[in-house]
């Protein structure tokens, strides 16, 4: 049995990692406001800090794999602090115990919305690490009237960063796979207002179109993550994937 700690674990994707890792006998230390092993808010410098020290304690120094998936997609400014150092902060906070284990492993939740509009500005303050800038940039955006380019900015960052430390010493160079899932929309607390507006889901469904399957159900999301934190995954690394109905396809433009 593997011992995986999973932020956001209290509901939709994080819930479900944390349902399909205990049905297969592992132990899970979830990290979440409320309703988890360990109780902290990601978007305090403190919360962060006590989240880390928390988990260590609970795995003994040994974790065999951590799933981010807290995440805020609206509320302007926190989303920085919770989607981008509350995930940056514990995969560094947490990595001498992925060192410890013979298999350590790290899988982040991204979006199909980091290859959609976003503030460069943003992502460079979030990716320089510097969440006071990158707090008072987000409060801009909010008055300048692109509030919703926060989250993409904090999710683009994110898959910056991933690809600088996935190949660092301290990850690829210690045996730790870095990557990340990066899903359309998935049916969970976060898009369940949502999808029930015809409004908003017009203006989803051209934003994000899924001709594969539609929406997906939590556990699409996370059967891949699973993949990516278990010991089959010895070769991938710093990768965005998209497990998105093939969105991703339709609405960016090809690197290669
Ligand atoms: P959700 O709202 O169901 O779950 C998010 C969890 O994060 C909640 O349990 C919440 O309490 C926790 N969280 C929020 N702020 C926190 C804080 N300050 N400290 C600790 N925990 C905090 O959302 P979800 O749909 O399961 O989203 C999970 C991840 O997937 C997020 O990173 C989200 O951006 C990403 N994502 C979701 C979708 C989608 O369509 N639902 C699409 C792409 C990416």
Redesign the pocket.
Known sequence: ARVVAV??????????VAAMLRARGDRVIG??????EV??????AA?RAA?VAAVDDQAGGVLDGIV??????RAGA?QV???YF??TELVLGLQPALAASSAGRVAL?????STQPHDAELVDLCVAGDEEAALARAEELVAGGRPHEI?SS??AALNRWMRTVAVSSDFAGAGIPVNAI??????????AE?VSDPQWKAIMDRA?PMPLGG??P?EA?ASALLWLISPDNTHMAGQTVFV?GGAQVLTAPPSV
């Open positions: 932020t956001g674990s209290a509901s939709g994707i994080g819930a479900a990290v979440d406001l409320k309703d988890a109780c902290a808010d990601l978007s305090t919360g989240a981010t998936c807290a995440g805020l997609s926190p602090s919770v989607n509350g995930t939740v991204s979006s199909i919305s989250y904090t999710k990066a899903p359309g929309v998935v049916l969970t607390p976060m898009t949502l994000v929406y997906a939590p999301i998105d």
